[in-house]
């Protein structure tokens, strides 16, 4: 079954509005946590990594006012996407690694979550 | 800057024939490297890691490392029609946050009947 858990799967609001993504680890602590965006057809964009009880660390060209990451314990972290406008309709999804794997610990990835912003 | 470049095909193959992707890196410093495969419209799932020079067979799945090239692939045999996805590279650097993956654009293949 799944080791990280995302929610919700899809998800379609108004523009202006905001939305919040979760990222759940199941049966492992993640310390560290990471939100990537995909357009169709293109690779994932590491957007920012989520490290619980600290600040997240955005990558260069990421709004951080925009996307808001909180982590608040060890097995949640949250993407808050404010103010959505139709530019942020996009297929989000997250990743935690498995520290019990040591440094080659097996990275796991959430379902996605699909934004459209109308 | 870190760079993965993968041949972004669509490469096609006949159910039963051999799948060969390939993904050259730029960071002489990258540690671990995965294959993962996308469905459409799903997240990624990883197939197969590697980590040392050579190859890892794990089923039909063949990874094959050659760092001092910067080389890596992964052979698929028997294709099946639901082998039919996208295939991502991914690499590790020695430096970066401890699971921060570097991704290529992905090499879609289809396997037809």
């Known amino acids: 079954g799944a080791v990280v858990s995302q929610h919700p799967s899809r998800v379609i609001c108004k523009s202006g509005t905001s939305v919040k993504i979760e990222c759940r680890s199941l049966?492992?602590?993640?310390?560290?946590m990471f939100w990537y965006r995909q357009f169709p057809k293109k690779s994932l964009m590491l957007m920012a990594t989520?490290?619980?009880?600290?600040?997240?660390?955005?990558e260069q060209g990421v709004e951080k006012d925009k996307f808001l990451i909180n982590h608040a314990s060890l097995t949640l972290s949250t993407l808050t996407v404010t103010s959505a406008h139709p530019e942020d309709s996009s297929f989000y999804i997250c990743?935690?690694?498995?520290?019990?794997?040591?440094?080659?610990?097996?990275?796991?990835f959430g379902e996605g979550s699909r934004l459209t912003v109308l | 800057q870190k760079e993965v470049e993968q041949n972004s095909g669509p490469l096609s193959v006949p159910e039963g024939a051999i799948a060969s992707l390939n993904c050259t890196y730029s960071d002489r410093g990258s540690q671990s490297f995965f294959w993962y495969r996308q469905y459409s419209g799903k997240s990624p799932e990883l197939i197969m890691s590697?980590?040392?020079?050579g190859d890892k067979e794990d089923g039909r799945f063949t990874a094959q490392l050659n760092k001092a090239s910067q080389y890596v692939s992964l052979l698929i045999r028997d294709s099946q029609p639901s082998d039919s996805a996208t295939y991502l590279c991914a690499v590790t650097s020695r430096g970066s946050t401890l699971g921060r993956l570097y991704f290529g654009r992905g090499t879609q293949l289809t396997v037809w009947p």
């Open positions: 990743s935690a690694r498995n520290p019990r794997g040591g440094n080659t610990g097996e990275l796991f």
């Open positions: 590697i980590y040392s020079n």
């Open positions: 049966d492992f602590q993640a310390t560290t």
């Open positions: 989520s490290n619980e009880g600290s600040k997240a660390t955005y």
